[in-house]
Structure formats: C-alpha cells, structure tokens
C-alpha cells in the first residue's frame, strides 16, 4: 500500500518506487483486502505481483523504507550491502510517534486503517522528498 500511496503523491522529482517484500518464497498477486482499500481510495494496480528484496537491489543512493524497527533489522542482518543510513523507519523518517501496524491476517477494517495512517505518513514523506535531491525509494 504504502509504494502505491507514494506514487499517487505529486511528486518535484523523479523518484523509482518499488515494493519488495523480506520473506517473498514465490511471487504472489496483490492481497485481497489491500486491494479493495486501494480500490476503494481511488488507487488501482493491475498485474501486481510480490517480489524478494533482493543484495542488487541496494545502492548507496538508494533509500529503503521499513514499517518497523524489526524490519529494519532484518534488513540489515540480511543484506551486507545495505547501509545503515539508507535503511528507515517510515515514522522515524517523517517524525511520526508510533511505528505503523501490520495488518496482515487482520480484518478489512484492520487494512483500512493501516491505510489512513500510512497515507498520512507517506504524505509527509513525499514533502521531504520533493524538498530533497533524487532518490530511489525501495518499500
């Protein structure tokens, strides 16, 4: 949700805008739930299918956005090319308090509120990004 969020945003600068995903053991379609929130926000995403954050996929000007503090630290522990600096917490990046829930295996209702929080948070993220040089943003 939260790569086609920022998609969605105006954005100054061109920017790459990826999902990947920690644990992807085959490529899967688009979770149902999160589709219909899309769907039901005006966002539509054809053909989407998961894939594996992968080593090539980290650059020293590439910026990895995590959800949480334990993503971030699996991404570190995994990946030797990831740079610490490079890897961070949506809330953190954007001054938000409180880390954003998964809500997977949860309720319809579950992945419509995941969405309105992360659509604020990704908000303030577009507007630190257009005030910032190019990027590629990895999620």
């Known amino acids: 949700m939260a790569a086609e969020i920022l998609k969605d945003c105006t954005m100054k600068i061109p920017i790459d805008i990826q999902a990947r995903g920690i644990v992807v053991l085959f ?7 999160v589709e219909a929130v899309l769907i039901s926000n005006g966002i539509t995403l054809e053909n989407y299918m998961s894939s594996q954050l992968e080593e090539e996929d980290f650059a020293k000007d590439t ?3 995590v959800m949480g503090n334990s993503d971030k630290q699996k991404i570190l522990d995994m990946f030797e090319n990831a740079i610490l600096e490079n890897v961070q917490v949506l809330t953190e990046l954007v001054g938000d308090e409180l880390e954003i829930m998964d809500p997977y ?3 319809l ?3 419509g509120i995941c969405y309105e929080t992360l659509s604020k948070s990704i908000r303030k993220l577009a507007a ?9 943003v990895k999620d």
């Open 128 to 136: 630190i990004l257009n005030s910032s040089q190019q990027v590629n």
């Open 27 to 33: 490529p899967e379609p688009l979770n149902q739930k």
């Open 105 to 107: 295996g949860g309720t």
């Open 109 to 111: 209702q579950a992945y």
């Open 63 to 65: 910026l990895i956005i």
